[in-house]
């Protein structure tokens, strides 16, 4: 029995100092992600109060309202500019990724990716309208070159939305990408080239295959965020432009129907468990493919051994 016990204190020491390391992040995790979430998800459940917040009374009323009609538009046309803004980020992310992988200077091209960073959203986005607007600076250039008579409408439009978020969240595409490909190893295209191959279809087959968890963290890095954004709609959007984020806001600040507001957080909630889930599974299938190669090559690596010990 003494020496069980003797055995087991080194254990009880490790146990207890994993947990005093552990229970600073464990308490910040509860108080500021776990608890605002469980409020969330209690709020939606409740009745909305007379004038603003809550009735301590269970309700589904909150649910029942998500599937109004002009609510259902709302979603449907969220779920559309934040697809067609994803993919806008991924298609000019895989270009400026790929570049900056084969580029020398990569430090001087991360740094002006990071750049937009510094500046303030709002800043950022009052400079597109200065740029779209009708007396905006490329209308002025339009209208010197003799182009148009009249000021072209670029802004306040589902196209303008579109193109200040591929504005906004294309360095959340371009970081984790340019971090897959450039651990990618690029002989494999000369291979493929060597085989038939043509450029793009080196590409396809063989590079965007090895880079697939980086297309997942891209695409989930920038559809969760795109699909609750507020500001850009409601400042570069006109009323036809409103999104989710422009409704659970003015649920809020405005209807004060807490449970409604609640209840179309807990879709981006879900929407976001959904993301993370599948990035890690992506991130697990791919890691099982890289042992059963590595594996592969260490069997084919004993039998050549095995051959050449026999040839001896």
Known sequence: MNRNAERRKPELRERRLGLSYSSPMGLWFTIFFVAPLAIIILYSFLKRGLYGGVEWEFSLTAYK???????????????????????????????????????????LLLFLIIIPFWTNSLIRIYAWISILSTEGFLNEILKALGLVDEGLHLIYNHGSVILVLIYMYLPFAVLPLFTTIDKFDFSLLDAARDLGATKFGAIRKVMLPNIRSGLVTAV??????????????????????????????????????????????????????IGVIWMMMSSQKEQAQKKVVTNQQKAEMNIRKHHKGGEA
């Open 65 to 107: 309202q998500m599937f109004n009609a002009n609510f259902g538009k709302v979603l449907v046309r969220t779920i559309w500019i934040s697809v067609v803004a994803t993919l806008g980020c991924i298609l000019l992310a895989l270009p400026t990724g790929y570049a900056m992988a084969r580029s020398k200077r990569q430090t």
């Open 220 to 273: 989930i890095f920038t559809f969760i965020p795109i699909f609750g954004a507020y500001t850009v709609p409601l400042l570069v959007g006109g009323k036809d432009s409103t999104m989710i984020g422009n409704i659970i806001v003015d649920q809020v600040s405005k209807t004060r129907n807490w449970p409604l507001a609640s209840a179309f957080s807990m879709i981006l909630t879900l929407i976001s468990t």
